[in-house]
């Protein structure tokens, strides 16, 4: 079965201060990816990154970065220094190779 | 380049009533999907096409939801007999073959009175 859970529903955070949202995810398949998207208010979903299961390397990209562990089955996204524009809903995604399973996805409220 | 379009971007229409809502996948992408997601909540597959083979339709919540995809390209989402409870974002992605990146459009608000 595949499954991802976001286990924190809404988070809220002062501006510059670090968040971590936490992805944990379950597949019997060896070979899978693992994404995050963000929601803005706007609504329309933004791919952040994809990451394929023989890569564990962590990642970062400016102000984000996610670590990847396999033994534990997660793919947790942290936000440095974060601002007002990082507030939406992020979703964690699993495919194996098509079709997505998403997570509930974390609210983040940034305040300034 | 362009993005995933959809059309319309809001819907008000009254229940029993059908529509159609409308996706363009970035051109070349073989593979499109819908989703709906309902008011504060994640997404919910719906149906998913690749290339020519039939596509898989384990999502759909009954049988008034159907899709087509003509020519590989444009899909259309048909709800026939709308219910109060189709009241939803519907969203669509594509994606292309060497890549399963999913890249969403700007979704289509229903509101069914």
């Known amino acids: 079965a595949q499954k991802v859970t976001q286990a924190q529903t809404e988070i809220s955070v002062v501006e510059k201060e670090d968040v971590t949202l936490d992805c944990v995810y379950e597949?019997?398949?060896?070979?899978?990816?693992l994404f995050w998207y963000k929601q803005p208010p706007s609504g329309e979903l933004v791919f952040l990154i994809r990451?394929?299961?023989?890569?564990?390397q962590n990642e970062i990209s400016g102000r984000y970065s996610w670590n990847f562990q396999k033994s534990t089955s997660s793919f947790n996204f942290t936000i440095t220094a974060s601002q007002v524009v990082d507030s939406a809903v992020y979703f964690c995604?699993?495919?194996?190779?098509?079709?997505?399973?998403f997570g509930s996805g974390t609210k983040l409220n940034v305040k300034p | 380049g362009a993005g995933v379009s959809q059309s319309p971007s809001n819907k008000v229409t009254e229940k029993g009533k059908d529509v159609e809502l409308r996706c363009d996948p970035i051109?070349?992408?073989?593979?499109l999907y819908w989703y709906r997601q309902s008011l504060g909540q994640g997404l919910e597959f719906l149906i998913y096409?690749?290339?020519?083979?039939?596509?898989?339709k384990s999502g759909l919540p009954s049988d008034r939801f159907s899709a087509e995809r003509t020519g590989g390209s444009v899909s259309t989402l048909t709800i026939q007999r709308t219910q109060q409870e189709d009241s939803a974002v519907y969203l669509c992605?594509?994606?292309?073959?060497?890549?399963?990146?999913?890249?969403f459009g700007p979704g289509t608000r229903l509101t069914v009175l």
């Open positions: 992605a594509s994606s292309p073959l060497a890549d399963n990146t999913q890249y």
């Open positions: 597949t019997r398949d060896t070979t899978y990816y």
């Open positions: 990451r394929n299961s023989f890569d564990e």
């Open positions: 995604a699993l495919t194996p190779f098509n079709k997505f399973y």
């Open positions: 051109s070349g992408h073989t593979a």
């Open positions: 096409f690749q290339g020519n083979s039939a596509p898989d």
